[in-house]
């Protein structure tokens, strides 16, 4: 079967850097999502990759190994804002998104 | 950027009505849109795949005869819950991929309807 593995809660202190681990096992493998997700509110799109490595965009990266089957996204100079879930998806042979349960990260003063 | 709108953002209704929450793609045309369903402290779980003229694609476990999709136009689908329960009551987001880029990796979030039956 298809999932997705990544932690249920995280906590981290305003200013700090903190990184979410996703591992996956999918029916093949056309790229992986990060979303954030507020309270309430539709995800919004963070990152794609599709190739090893890192994609960084401010204050947010996002890293792939796919031969390990792990992604994880990591956010610096953490702000209160940044209080969310975090979703890792991804595409499969069929280009359907398959959802991780998300990571629902708390900031602290 | 490509916005998803979704009507309405929240609706309360009684056991046993219909509701019909309206999915459109604002400045891209979309042959597909996605419908899930998110329960509190759920992650998302997708429920039918929409194309543009033709009939949806429904996952397993979701009735199709009471979660009826309508995808008429490139930028509106519509999601009927019919005779609704107060299992029912969730948060139903839409998204939609632009037609425009192919297979882009992106889909486009509507900011979601919260469906609350009593």
């Known amino acids: 079967g298809q999932n997705i593995d990544q932690p249920t809660e995280m906590t981290a202190t305003e200013g700090a850097i903190v990184q979410i681990n996703c591992t996956y096992q999918t029916s093949g493998f056309n790229g992986l999502f990060w979303y954030q997700q507020h309270a309430g509110e539709a995800p919004t799109f963070l990152s794609y990759n599709v190739l090893d490595g890192l994609e960084e965009k401010g204050r947010f990266s996002s890293f792939l190994s796919r031969s390990k089957g792990y992604s994880y996204l990591l956010l610096k100079e953490l702000q209160m804002k940044d209080s969310a879930s975090y979703l890792c998806?991804?595409?499969?042979?069929?280009?359907?998104?398959?959802w991780g349960a998300g990571t629902k990260l708390i900031i602290k003063p | 950027g490509a916005v998803v709108s979704q009507h309405p953002s929240w609706v309360i209704c009684k056991s046993g009505t219909s509701v019909k929450i309206e999915c459109r793609s604002l400045d891209f045309q979309a042959t597909t849109m996605f419908w899930y369903r998110q329960f509190p402290k759920q992650s998302l779980m997708l429920m039918a795949t929409s194309n543009e003229g033709s009939k949806a694609t429904y996952e397993q476990g979701v009735e199709k005869d009471k979660f009826l999709i309508n995808h008429a136009s490139l930028t509106l689908s519509t999601l009927t819950v019919t005779s609704a329960h107060p299992e029912d009551s969730s948060f139903y987001i839409c998204s939609a991929r632009d037609v425009g880029q192919g297979d882009s990796y992106e889909q486009y979030f509507g900011p979601g309807t919260r469906l609350t039956v009593t």
């Open positions: 998806a991804v595409r499969d042979s069929n280009y359907q998104l398959i």
